[in-house]
């Protein structure tokens, strides 16, 4: 895929899952080298966020795999913006509670992680056309 369909893909899905969250967010591409991770975010300040894409990830990974991780960054997004997620050397914080476990069982990663697939699917299924994607985002049903 050549860079300005990548650039495209990946601000089609952080303005799909912003939309979704109802995020008023700035968030700046970078691409780098992260070495073992394909995508971190960085909170610039409240409201400004970048998504820094490791070089080798963007130029090998397929489609699906760019969705994906694209997403699971702007779940952080989301964290950081409304769940008070905190990853300081003082400790990780989430909605309040510091977190003492694995990292893989953190409970923002675990939110990161189950979002990924279903973001991938809405946007295969609705992403040709943003604004129909958009406009189709999935309701958010809250059980009392």
Same mark, same amino acid.
């Given at each position: 895929?050549?860079?300005?369909?990548?650039?495209?893909?990946?601000?089609?899905?952080?303005?799909?899952?912003?939309?979704?969250?109802?995020?008023?967010?700035?968030?700046?591409?970078?691409?780098?080298?992260? /070495? #073992?991770?394909?995508?971190?975010?960085?909170?610039?300040?409240?409201?400004? &966020?970048?998504?820094? $894409?490791?070089?080798?990830? @963007?130029?090998?990974?397929?489609?699906?795999?760019?969705?994906?991780?694209?997403?699971?960054?702007?779940?952080?997004?989301?964290?950081?913006?409304?769940?008070?997620?905190?990853?300081?050397?003082?400790?990780?914080?989430?909605?309040?509670?510091?977190?003492? /476990? #694995?990292?893989?069982?953190?409970?923002?990663?675990?939110?990161?992680?189950? &979002?990924?697939?279903? $973001?991938?699917?809405?946007? @295969?299924?609705?992403?040709?056309?943003?604004?129909?994607?958009?406009?189709?985002?999935?309701?958010?049903?809250?059980?009392?």
């Amino acid at each position: 895929m050549k860079s300005k369909k990548r650039t495209k893909l990946i601000e089609d899905v952080i303005h799909l899952v912003a939309g979704y969250f109802n995020l008023d967010v700035d968030v700046e591409i970078e691409v780098g080298r992260l /070495g #073992e991770h394909n995508a971190e975010v960085g909170q610039e300040s409240i409201g400004f &966020y970048s998504i820094e $894409f490791d070089k080798k990830f @963007l130029t090998t990974a397929s489609k699906e795999d760019i969705i994906c991780v694209t997403s699971h960054e702007m779940v952080h997004v989301k964290q950081y913006e409304q769940d008070s997620l905190d990853l300081s050397d003082e400790g990780n914080f989430y909605k309040g509670h510091k977190w003492k /476990g #694995e990292y893989w069982f953190s409970p923002w990663e675990c939110e990161a992680r189950g &979002y990924e697939q279903a $973001f991938l699917q809405h946007y @295969l299924h609705y992403g040709k056309n943003q604004k129909k994607a958009i406009a189709a985002k999935p309701k958010k049903i809250l059980d009392n």
